[in-house]
């Protein structure tokens, strides 16, 4: 059975036409399913017999709150949500001066093996759909009892590994029948698959695009993020001046502080270098301690030492705020835990 949800609207139309429903149907449905109904009777302005029939041969999926954790520190809400086939992925709600901004997952899983990052603990295990990316957005929502204003794909999972359905989903929540996030509120977050990045500078959506950099040479990149080895560092940031000539958006780098491993001042020079002539934005973000390995956050003053040297080579440079910390609200460590205790 079909899954509504993951339908463009277009691909909607034809399914429909398909049924020998006039095209008009598909405006009805499609802002049906971006308000978030569960079930086909919710569908009021559809005549029973047409919901009767979409019933049998399609479904709305959900995604249930499998656990929900509020800081106490901030506003900041962590969830893990169960999909329909039982399988787990992660987001959060963090709430902001402009609005309240939600960060999804995209696989279950993660086959990039970044060695700081939890969610790639264990491989990845499938691609989620359009559909199933729009549940999460739908699911916090619901639960906040709040517009979300922005999207930020940074949890867990590759965006451009999952190219196809992440593009649909961009598209979907875009749609002003829909949820109608437009493109310049959703930031798309990439280890750096060239190739990929190559292929969404040709759509030019006005998306921010974030690139896990992380290191400025090949022999500490490679050493933490096994992509560097088929992408390396040179040819990931020539990608990124192509992806800014093509769309004239500004990059942000996304660079995880390592404490004695990426965070020297000669570090900081080298990422200045290669990076100065390009139109874009460092955000640094000390390390999550994960258990399976020794990572530690740098000290502040090397952290500060770090910043001094990119601010000094005129780079734009800002500290992820921390937020949900005393949730474990980097993604990743949910579902692990879940994994652990589903196990033992």
């Given at each position: 059975m079909q899954n509504l949800k993951d339908f463009t609207y277009q691909e909607l139309e034809e399914f429909l036409t398909k049924m020998g429903e006039p095209r008009f149907r598909a405006k009805q449905i499609f802002s049906w399913l971006g308000r978030g109904v569960t079930s086909f009777d919710e569908m009021t302005n559809l005549s029973k017999a047409l919901r009767e029939k979409l019933e049998q041969i399609s479904f709305i999926s959900r995604a249930e709150i499998a656990q929900k954790y509020c800081s106490k520190l901030d506003q900041t809400r962590k969830y893990l949500l169960k999909l329909e086939d039982g399988n787990m992925v992660e987001c959060v709600a963090m709430y902001y001066k402009h609005g309240i901004t939600v960060c999804i997952s995209c696989q279950v899983g993660c086959r990039m093996g970044c060695k700081f990052c939890a969610s790639t603990i264990g491989g990845k295990v499938r691609d989620l759909t359009a559909g199933e990316m729009l549940d999460e957005v739908l699911t916090v929502q619901h639960d906040v009892g709040e517009r979300i204003s922005n999207i930020v794909m940074m949890g867990i999972g590759e965006p451009l590994d999952n190219f196809d359905n992440v593009i649909k989903f961009l598209k979907n929540v875009g749609h002003p029948d829909g949820l109608n996030i437009g493109y310049r509120h959703i930031s798309l977050s990439t280890?750096?698959?060239?190739?990929?990045?190559?292929?969404?500078?040709?759509?030019?959506?006005?998306?921010?695009?974030?690139?896990?950099?992380?290191?400025?040479?090949?022999?500490?990149?490679?050493?933490?993020?096994?992509?560097?080895?088929?992408y390396p560092v040179d040819t990931l940031i020539e990608a990124c001046k192509k992806y800014i000539e093509k769309t004239n958006r500004r990059i942000s780098f996304e660079y995880a502080i390592i404490d004695h491993v990426n965070d020297s001042e000669e570090m900081a020079h080298i990422l200045a270098k290669k990076i100065k002539p390009l139109l874009c934005h460092v955000n640094l973000i000390p390390v999550n301690h994960v258990e399976e390995n020794d990572f530690q956050k740098p000290s502040k003053e090397r952290l500060k030492q770090f910043m001094a040297v990119l601010e000094s080579q005129g780079i734009n440079v800002t500290v992820r705020r921390e937020l949900g910390s005393d949730i474990a609200a980097s993604c990743g460590q949910l579902r692990r835990a879940q994994e652990q205790k589903s196990k033992g």
């Amino acid at each position: 059975m079909q899954n509504l949800k993951d339908f463009t609207y277009q691909e909607l139309e034809e399914f429909l036409t398909k049924m020998g429903e006039p095209r008009f149907r598909a405006k009805q449905i499609f802002s049906w399913l971006g308000r978030g109904v569960t079930s086909f009777d919710e569908m009021t302005n559809l005549s029973k017999a047409l919901r009767e029939k979409l019933e049998q041969i399609s479904f709305i999926s959900r995604a249930e709150i499998a656990q929900k954790y509020c800081s106490k520190l901030d506003q900041t809400r962590k969830y893990l949500l169960k999909l329909e086939d039982g399988n787990m992925v992660e987001c959060v709600a963090m709430y902001y001066k402009h609005g309240i901004t939600v960060c999804i997952s995209c696989q279950v899983g993660c086959r990039m093996g970044c060695k700081f990052c939890a969610s790639t603990i264990g491989g990845k295990v499938r691609d989620l759909t359009a559909g199933e990316m729009l549940d999460e957005v739908l699911t916090v929502q619901h639960d906040v009892g709040e517009r979300i204003s922005n999207i930020v794909m940074m949890g867990i999972g590759e965006p451009l590994d999952n190219f196809d359905n992440v593009i649909k989903f961009l598209k979907n929540v875009g749609h002003p029948d829909g949820l109608n996030i437009g493109y310049r509120h959703i930031s798309l977050s990439t280890c750096g698959l060239v190739d990929r990045i190559t292929k969404l500078a040709e759509l030019n959506l006005p998306i921010t695009l974030s690139v896990s950099l992380h290191a400025p040479t090949d022999e500490v990149r490679s050493r933490i993020m096994p992509v560097n080895q088929k992408y390396p560092v040179d040819t990931l940031i020539e990608a990124c001046k192509k992806y800014i000539e093509k769309t004239n958006r500004r990059i942000s780098f996304e660079y995880a502080i390592i404490d004695h491993v990426n965070d020297s001042e000669e570090m900081a020079h080298i990422l200045a270098k290669k990076i100065k002539p390009l139109l874009c934005h460092v955000n640094l973000i000390p390390v999550n301690h994960v258990e399976e390995n020794d990572f530690q956050k740098p000290s502040k003053e090397r952290l500060k030492q770090f910043m001094a040297v990119l601010e000094s080579q005129g780079i734009n440079v800002t500290v992820r705020r921390e937020l949900g910390s005393d949730i474990a609200a980097s993604c990743g460590q949910l579902r692990r835990a879940q994994e652990q205790k589903s196990k033992g």
